[in-house]
């Protein structure tokens, strides 16, 4: 049986943007924090079928589900001191 890796790294490759720890780093400073009230897919730094993606991946429940909320913690908590 064949069990797919799903991380952050590569869920940045599967919305078609670099998976290097150097690229999400940025990524999460330039976009930290998202309100409170903002869902994660309707941030605008996303392109509509990246929104889309993250979008169906948390209501489909799908495997990548809890990487995606991964990043939605990512963009939300506090910086480490």
Request: glycine share 2%; proline share 7%; aromatic share 6%.
């Amino acid at each position: 049986m064949h069990q797919t890796a799903y991380s952050i790294n590569t869920l940045f490759v599967q919305l078609g943007m670099d998976g290097s720890d150097a690229t999400i780093e940025e990524f999460v400073r330039a976009h930290h924090p998202l309100p409170a009230t903002m869902a994660l897919a309707d941030a605008p730094c996303w392109t509509p079928a990246q929104a889309k993606l993250l979008s169906e991946a948390v209501c489909d429940d799908a495997d990548w589900a809890p990487v995606v909320d991964q990043l939605d913690a990512l963009l939300r908590e506090s910086p480490q001191l």
